[in-house]
């Protein structure tokens, strides 16, 4: 029986409007977001190849001596996603440039032409259709489906014969997320062979199935829309009144929402500034400097004359390697504290379902605030192979002093580092990894955990509600 | 017969849940975050008060021409809480220079780099989302409505004319939402005076009337979309349907999709390339001031002093350095300031790069009446893109007031009051006597010669005085009311013009409809 209703329903939904206009809409900025995507992929990648190839090349200009490797700042960019079509994450906003060398790697920055004055530069992008779009589809479809029924008069004929109230709900939920899933499914299909087509976005099997899961998780998302459709059409006896509150919960909690959360946070946040960061450097290099006898006689001596006897050169060495984690870990303090308001920031907002689902998306694409941090540790864990290289590769030097320091004259005129040559291809060379599948559905459980609670919540709601109903 | 109709019809909305729903949700968005925007202005209001004061403070202990380098800023717009356009983004300062002339730029945020959003709030928000779909819900069922119930059957067999009858419910969609947008308007008007630094001149009371009259117009055209779908349809079920996706288009389709497509359409330049130029300029600018080879080397004495700006001046200095001092600034600043204004150049169409892309995907939003709206809305603010190079150019204009002011004063930055407190006398005296002490042959003529520099230096002790500054052109930053006027007329009239298309077509389509 459940299956009949659910067919009816689907049957009644295909002839109407509605479903035409969703349908139209939603082909259509699904197609243009493909095409968009595509455009701007490809420039991307371009850039980001010879940007990262200019630095492969500067750095292998410096391996004729061991110790310019190491103190050699290289340029890393982060790497274009093809899943940036799904959830971008304002990844054109977020840091995107990092400076390592074997020392230290600086605070990740944003480079590039990001054109401010606009004024949003969120891209069009999937969880954008899906979150504003297609949930206000999932309300169109909802808002009569059972306050319709009732003022047509066919609810008291259907209920009058021995079918159970909740085979009802139920077969008019089916029929609505069935005629829902039909724009979504169509609409990424569209969007997936305009991105196939152009050949230039390469979609494996581990981003097949990431895809799949971000379809997953937009169902779960609609799923929340169109129960909360049942549950107010089904406390209301007027489909215009039930309109009324849908749109106003809709528009409350997709579009203001998220926009006041923000606001309220960033009024009620203090962040760390950068004079701060500055401030905390110059006191920690200034304690260690006035300490510096604990580091060997004659550490704190800034003499370069080699021959000078009161240079301690392997004390000189330790007490900048000091200053260098000293800086590194605050550094690394300061990082985690931008982290932490970001994160605190989006999840102080995540009182609306469309901040959960695009958190969702990102992270099961793998772009977002997220991935900019995991990348900055990918960077960070790089630079200390390097630094392990150079350690081992210095060990074969009989002629250097095998102090390996981020104080480049000892290394240039001391061989505090060895001078000799190295073979480029041995030299570890940065790799970007992308997050694993299971790594980023890590990530997402909570957020999917969330989407399902909401779920639960509406159809509890929604079944109470209409077995109290008024059908008269 | 009209106003009977728009009187039953104004009382019937009055009474519905949607108006109640709408009504209220504007109240509490008001009434919660009215104050936090108010809150906002006084801040930044407070900066900008201890700016200026420094600045103006710091400008008037001035000891030498060349210091004059102060930093003009720009009042924050009061009727930012209405509209915030771009008064975050942009950077509201320029610092007045020999060789820079000063452009807007954009505010490359500080700090955290993990929120790029700006959360803008403003009033214009809850016009924008909330009154348009109130607008639309009180339409949606104006004629199909009627028809359904069968009422407007009875209606049309009286001698009541059609378009008396789509008048009168013109009138009485115009008189209910003009209830909201009053109550918001009032609402948020007496939050924001109630803050005391907040003060609104006689001009800012011409913009508020003009942004509740294009409030009016723009709900206007939203209730007329809706009736004219009403008048389109035949079930009202349908004519919401069509309605509300048509607002989403609005709302939200086509504010984005302008963004995306102005940024095709007009790609940025790439930094490399600007920066190649910048460099090439500047390495142009460094031989040209290499070229320049002035003598120094009987230069005698060192004796500088901190300036206000973080300049300096010379204090006392012997004849031969000020001398070639003099030559040198004679030379090199006509050359920095014939550069400036080629880096001005490269700057400025760098930037308008970046605003072409604004105006480009304003034009394309256009179709948009929610685009218009807001477009008209940060015009009366003063707070849109045009309002900062408005800013912009009078500070141009001052800038090129105090070169001229200063060129006057120093003889074309030839004199020595350009960098020096000492005069040309005082130091040619003073080389004498130095010189007098240097050369003595004896004990007894060096004592006597540093005798006498020493008397002398007592009775022209170092005149460090701040400069006079009685017809120093200082700048006031003059919002024009009429200037800003002129610019929100087009878009004010083509929501004029919406208004009547949309009044023809749906008196068109309503003459035609078949009330059965």
Not at chain 2, 16 to 28: D, L, N, P, S
Not at chain 2, 257 to 261: D, F, I, R, T
Not at chain 2, 349 to 364: D, E, H, P, V
């Given at each position: 029986m459940i299956?009949?209703?659910a067919?009816?329903?689907?049957?009644?939904n295909?002839?109407?409007?509605?479903f035409?206009l969703?349908?139209?809409?939603?082909?259509?900025?699904?197609?243009?977001?493909?095409?968009?995507?595509?455009?701007?992929?490809?420039?991307?990648?371009?850039?980001?190849?010879?940007k990262m190839?200019?630095?492969?090349?500067?750095?292998?200009?410096?391996?004729?001596?061991?110790?310019?490797?190491?103190?050699?700042q290289?340029?890393?960019?982060?790497?274009?996603q093809?899943l940036a079509?799904?959830?971008e994450?304002q990844?054109k906003?977020?840091?995107?440039?990092?400076?390592?060398?074997?020392?230290t790697?600086?605070?990740?920055k944003?480079?590039?032409?990001?054109?401010?004055?606009l004024?949003q530069f969120?891209s069009v992008?999937?969880?954008?259709?899906?979150?504003?779009?297609?949930s206000?589809?999932a309300?169109?479809?909802?808002?009569?489906?059972?306050?319709?029924?009732?003022?047509?008069?066919?609810?008291r004929?259907m209920?009058a014969s021995?079918?159970?109230?909740?085979?009802?709900l139920?077969?008019?939920?089916?029929g609505?997320?069935?005629?829902l899933?039909i724009?979504?499914i169509?609409?990424?299909?569209?969007s997936?062979?305009?991105i196939i087509?152009?050949k230039?976005?390469a979609?494996?099997?581990?981003?097949w199935?990431?895809?799949?899961a971000?379809?997953?998780?937009?169902l779960?998302y609609?799923s929340?829309?169109v129960?909360?459709?049942?549950?107010v059409?089904?406390?209301t006896?007027?489909?215009?009144?039930?309109m009324?509150?849908?749109?106003?919960?809709?528009?409350?909690?997709v579009?203001?929402l998220?926009?006041?959360?923000r606001?309220?946070?960033?009024?009620?946040?203090?962040?760390?500034?950068?004079q701060?960061l500055?401030?905390?450097?110059r006191?920690?290099?200034d304690?260690?400097?006035?300490?510096?006898?604990?580091y060997?006689?004659?550490?704190?001596?800034?003499?370069?004359?080699?021959?000078?006897p009161?240079?301690?050169?392997?004390?000189?060495a330790?007490?900048?390697?000091?200053i260098?984690?000293?800086?590194?870990?605050?550094?690394?303090e300061?990082?985690s504290?931008?982290?932490?308001?970001?994160?605190?920031?989006?999840d102080?907002?995540?009182v609306?379902?469309a901040?959960?689902?695009?958190?969702?998306?990102?992270?099961?694409?793998?772009t977002?605030?997220?991935?900019?941090?995991d990348?900055y540790g990918?960077?960070?864990?790089?630079?200390?192979?390097?630094?392990?290289?150079v350690?081992?590769?210095?060990?074969?030097?009989?002629?250097?002093?095998?102090?390996?320091g981020?104080?480049?004259?000892?290394?240039?005129s001391?061989?505090?580092?060895?001078?000799n040559?190295?073979d480029?291809?041995?030299?570890?060379?940065?790799?970007?990894?992308?997050l694993?599948?299971?790594e980023?559905?890590?990530?997402?459980i909570?957020?999917?955990?969330?989407?399902v609670?909401?779920?639960?919540v509406?159809?509890?709601?929604?079944?109470v509600s209409f077995l109290?109903?008024d059908?008269? | 017969?009209?106003?009977?109709i728009?009187?039953k019809?104004?009382?019937?909305?009055?009474m519905?849940?949607?108006?109640?729903?709408?009504?209220?949700?504007?109240?509490?968005l008001?009434?919660?975050?009215?104050?936090?925007?108010?809150?906002d202005?006084?801040?930044?209001?407070g900066?900008?008060?201890?700016?200026?004061?420094?600045?103006?403070t710091e400008?008037?202990?001035?000891?030498?021409?060349?210091?004059?380098?102060?930093?003009?800023?720009?009042?924050?717009?009061?009727?930012?809480?209405?509209?915030?356009?771009?008064e975050?983004?942009?950077v509201?300062n320029a610092?007045i220079?020999?060789d820079k002339v000063p452009?807007?730029?954009?505010?490359?945020r500080?700090?955290n780099?993990?929120?790029?959003?700006f959360?803008?709030?403003?009033?214009s928000?809850?016009?924008?989302?909330?009154?348009?779909?109130?607008a639309?819900?009180?339409?949606?069922?104006v004629?199909s409505g009627?028809?359904?119930?069968g009422?407007l059957?009875?209606?049309?067999?009286?001698?009541?004319?059609?378009?008396?009858?789509?008048l009168g419910?013109i009138?009485?969609?115009?008189?209910?939402?003009?209830?909201?947008?009053a109550?918001?308007?009032?609402?948020?008007?007496?939050?924001?005076?109630?803050?005391?630094m907040?003060?609104?001149?006689?001009?800012?009371?011409?913009?508020?009337?003009?942004?509740?009259?294009?409030?009016i117009?723009?709900?206007?055209i939203?209730?007329?979309?809706?009736?004219?779908f009403?008048?389109?349809?035949r079930?009202?079920a349908?004519?919401?349907?069509?309605?509300?996706?048509v607002?989403?288009i609005?709302?939200?389709?086509i504010?984005n999709?302008?963004?995306?497509?102005a940024?095709?359409i007009r790609?940025?330049?790439s930094e490399?390339?600007?920066d190649?130029?910048?460099?090439?300029?500047?390495?142009?600018?460094?031989?040209?001031?290499g070229?320049?080879k002035?003598?120094?080397?009987?230069?005698?004495?060192?004796?500088?002093?901190?300036?206000v700006?973080?300049?300096?001046?010379?204090?006392?200095?012997d004849?031969?350095?000020?001398?070639?001092?003099?030559?040198?600034n004679?030379l090199d600043?006509?050359?920095?300031?014939?550069?400036?204004d080629?880096?001005w150049?490269l700057?400025?169409?760098?930037?308008?790069?970046?605003?072409?892309?604004?105006?480009?995907?304003?034009?394309?939003s256009?179709?948009?009446?929610i685009s218009i709206?807001?477009?008209?809305?940060a015009?009366?603010?003063?707070t849109?893109?045009?309002?900062?190079q408005?800013?912009?150019?009078?500070v141009?204009?001052?800038?090129?007031?105090?070169?001229?002011?200063?060129?006057?004063r120093t003889?074309n930055?030839s004199?020595a009051?350009?960098?020096?407190?000492?005069t040309?006398e005082?130091?040619?005296?003073?080389?004498?006597?130095?010189?007098?002490?240097?050369?003595a042959?004896?004990?007894?003529?060096?004592a006597?010669?540093?005798?006498?520099?020493k008397?002398?230096?007592l009775?022209?002790?170092?005149?460090?005085?701040s400069l006079?500054?009685?017809?120093?052109?200082?700048?006031?930053y003059?919002?024009?009311l009429a200037?800003?006027?002129?610019?929100?007329?087009?878009?004010?009239?083509?929501l004029?013009?919406?208004?009547?298309v949309?009044?023809?077509?749906?008196f068109?389509?309503f003459?035609?409809?078949?009330v059965?």
């Open positions: 299956r009949q209703i067919y009816r329903e689907i049957l009644e295909f002839l109407s409007l509605r035409a969703s349908l139209l809409l939603t082909t259509c900025l699904f197609a243009v977001c493909g095409y968009v995507f595509v455009i701007d992929y490809q420039g991307q990648s371009k850039d980001y190849w010879k190839n200019e630095n492969l090349a500067a750095l292998r200009k410096q391996s004729s001596a061991l110790y310019q490797v190491a103190f050699y290289q340029g890393i960019y982060s790497r274009p093809p079509m799904c959830a994450g990844a906003a977020l840091p995107n440039f990092f400076e390592v060398n074997a020392f790697a600086d605070l990740p944003t480079k590039g032409r990001v054109n401010f004055a004024p969120n992008d999937w969880a954008l259709i899906i979150s504003l779009i297609l206000f589809a309300l169109v479809f909802t808002y009569d489906i059972i306050c319709g029924e009732k003022e047509v008069g066919t609810l004929l209920l021995t079918i159970p109230r909740y085979k009802v139920l077969g008019k939920y089916l609505a997320m069935v005629t899933a724009p979504l169509i609409g990424m299909l569209v997936l062979i305009i087509s152009s230039d976005v979609i494996d099997g581990g981003k199935i990431k895809i799949l971000i379809m997953v998780v937009s779960l609609l929340i829309f129960l909360l459709g049942m549950f059409s089904s406390r006896g007027h489909s215009a009144n039930s009324a509150i849908l749109l106003l919960v809709w528009v409350a909690s579009i203001l998220p926009s006041f959360c606001i309220i946070f960033d009024v009620a946040y203090i962040e760390s500034t950068e701060e500055q401030r905390r450097l006191e920690a290099s304690e260690i400097w006035n300490n510096h006898e604990k060997g006689k004659n550490a704190g001596s800034m003499s370069n004359n080699l021959s000078d009161i240079n301690n050169p392997p004390a000189r330790r007490l900048q390697n000091a260098m984690d000293a800086k590194n870990q605050i550094l690394q300061h990082h504290r931008w982290l932490e308001q970001a994160l605190a920031r989006r102080f907002a995540s609306s379902p901040v959960i689902y695009q958190r969702a998306c990102e992270a099961i694409a793998g977002g605030i997220n991935r900019c941090a990348l990918q960077v960070k864990r790089y630079g200390a192979d390097l630094k392990e290289f350690r081992s590769r210095d060990m074969e030097d009989p002629e250097s002093l095998h102090l390996i981020p104080e480049r004259n000892m290394a240039s001391w061989r505090a580092i060895s001078h040559p190295v480029f291809d041995t030299v570890p060379k940065f790799q970007e990894r992308d694993a599948l299971g980023s559905l890590k990530l997402a909570w957020d999917i955990g969330l989407l609670l909401f779920n639960l509406f159809f509890a709601a929604s079944f109290r109903y059908v008269r | 017969m009209i106003w009977k728009a009187k019809e104004f009382l019937l909305n009055l519905t849940f949607k108006f109640a729903v709408g009504a209220v949700a504007c109240i509490v008001t009434a919660v975050f009215m104050p936090i925007l108010a809150a202005y006084q801040q930044r209001l900066t900008y008060n201890r700016n200026v004061g420094d600045n103006e400008l008037r202990n001035v000891k030498v021409y060349r210091s004059i380098t102060h930093t003009i800023y720009r009042p924050p717009a009061v009727l930012s809480a209405f509209s915030a356009g771009m975050k983004q942009m509201g610092k220079e020999l452009e807007l730029s954009v505010t490359q500080k700090g780099p993990y929120l790029p959003i959360a803008v709030f403003d009033e928000l809850i016009f924008k989302i909330i009154i348009s779909i109130l639309l819900l009180v339409a949606y069922d004629i009627e028809r359904e119930q009422t059957k009875l209606m049309l067999s009286g001698a009541t004319a059609r378009h008396q009858v789509l419910k009138m009485a969609g115009l008189v209910t939402l003009c209830v909201p947008v109550i918001t308007f009032v609402i948020g008007l007496v939050i924001l005076i109630s803050f005391p907040v003060a609104l001149s006689g001009s800012d009371w011409v913009r508020i009337g003009l942004m509740f009259v294009a409030s117009a723009f709900t206007l939203m209730y007329q979309l809706g009736l004219l009403s008048c389109l349809t079930r009202s349908i004519s919401m349907v069509l309605g509300l996706f607002w989403i609005f709302a939200i389709v504010p999709a302008s963004v995306q497509l940024t095709q790609p940025l330049e490399e390339k600007r190649g130029r910048m460099l090439s300029l500047k390495n142009d600018l460094a031989r040209e001031l070229d320049i002035v003598d120094f080397s009987s230069s005698l004495i060192t004796s500088d002093e901190g300036d700006f973080g300049g300096y001046y010379a204090k006392r200095r004849i031969y350095w000020l001398h070639a001092e003099q030559k040198l004679s600043i006509p050359v920095k300031l014939r550069y400036a080629k880096f150049e700057e400025h169409s760098n930037l308008n790069s970046f605003f072409g892309q604004r105006t480009l995907a304003n034009r394309l256009r179709i948009s009446p709206y807001e477009n008209v809305i015009i009366l603010a003063g849109d893109l045009t309002s900062f408005d800013f912009i150019n009078q141009k204009i001052h800038r090129n007031e105090v070169v001229g002011y200063i060129r006057s003889d930055f004199s009051s350009f960098f020096a407190v000492c040309e005082e130091s040619a005296e003073y080389t004498k006597l130095y010189l007098q002490k240097e050369k042959g004896d004990e007894q003529a060096k006597r010669a540093e005798q006498a520099l008397e002398w230096e009775e022209n002790p170092v005149k460090a005085v006079n500054l009685q017809d120093f052109p200082w700048f006031k003059r919002p024009t200037g800003d006027l002129e610019k929100a007329i087009p878009d004010l009239v083509m004029a013009i919406a208004n009547v949309l009044f023809a077509a749906s068109v389509a003459l035609r409809y078949d059965r």
